[in-house]
């Protein structure tokens, strides 16, 4: 296990045994009209955050909370260990290296320090953020690293971030379904609104250094997805390779091994992981309204023919 992950896991930890001690107002604040946990991060912080220095072999994968960007980091690192052939010894100073430098698993997570010290990380290095585009840094862009983008059918996503949000006490939990909807629908939740995120990111569905895929996808065939991952990335692999990674990070393994990679987290993090579980709590007005929502937002564009919400999110 990378330190990087150790330090996070220390992290949660703390902020899940101090929360008692956390006003129900204490936990978030809002930056530049967008909610974020003050467990995890903090204004100073995402002002630091446009000093980060990307590098064009950096491997950046984006998604909004509860798309699946835990399964799609550990799927990618693996991908990405296997394909790099690196010796025992490139392994630990990689490990040491992060454990010296105190990094975190996402770019938006940790002291406004934490940029200069990931200066010192040897490439490649694996890179995640919930983070829209106009709040990820320039340089990022700028030095054209390639970004994988994760997308979720917005209902399941909308209900697995409820689950979420009652589950974390570091987060303010809702008394309702409907209450926490609303809050959802109008983008008052950690993060921002999923729709202004993804009408961000349909922005940038022609250019070359970007590639979408969907959580769905992965879920139906994940040989087929990782392999576009690895011909994305220029990863190396073997046939042997992909078959091993997907037993690895089958849902069912991650959830197993999830207190050791997430701590007291792993409990919270890794529910149902299932397709079409929205059902369970729409209501037939609800449904109408995202709907309406989706198609006001997204409605012929080539990000919503990508997600395949017709196929998804059918009543």
């Not at 107002?25 to 990307?54: C, N």
Request: glycine content about 6%; overall charge neutral; aromatic content about 12%.
């Amino acid at each position: 296990m990378s330190r990087n992950r150790e330090r996070f896991i220390e992290t949660v930890n703390n902020s899940l045994l101090q929360t008692e001690k956390l006003a129900s107002k204490g936990m978030l604040f809002s930056y530049r009209g967008i909610l974020y946990p003050t467990s995890v991060t903090s204004p100073e912080t995402l002002e630091a955050l446009q000093s980060f220095e990307a590098r064009s072999d950096d491997v950046i994968l984006v998604g909004y909370p509860k798309t699946g960007t835990n399964w799609l980091e550990e799927i990618v690192r693996e991908l990405e260990s296997a394909g790099g052939k690196y010796t025992e010894e490139e392994m630990r100073e990689n490990i040491n290296a992060e454990k010296k430098l105190d990094t975190f698993p996402r770019l938006e997570f940790g002291d406004p320090g934490i940029y200069e010290r990931m200066k010192e990380l040897p490439s490649r290095r694996v890179i995640t953020t919930h983070l829209p585009p106009h709040l990820l840094p320039r340089s990022i862009f700028q030095n054209k690293a390639k970004i994988l983008l994760l997308l979720r059918n917005p209902k399941d996503t909308a209900v697995s971030y409820y689950h979420f949000y009652n589950n974390m006490p570091v987060l303010p939990s809702f008394a309702s379904w409907d209450e926490y909807f609303a809050d959802f629908m109008n983008g008052k939740v950690t993060w921002g609104s999923y729709f202004d995120h993804l009408v961000e990111w349909n922005k940038y569905m022609d250019n070359e250094k970007i590639m979408m895929i969907n959580y769905e996808e992965l879920k139906e065939d994940q040989v087929l997805g990782m392999k576009k991952i690895a011909a994305f990335f220029g990863f190396s692999l073997c046939e042997e390779d992909f078959h091993t990674i997907v037993k690895n990070t089958s849902f069912q393994a991650m959830k197993e091994k999830s207190k050791e990679t997430h701590g007291m987290f792993g409990d919270i993090l890794f529910r149902k992981g299932v397709v079409g579980n929205w059902r369970n709590l729409f209501s037939k007005a609800q449904n109408e309204e995202m709907e309406r929502k989706f198609e006001e937002c997204l409605g012929g564009t080539k990000l919503a023919a990508k997600m395949k919400y017709n196929v998804y999110c059918k009543a």
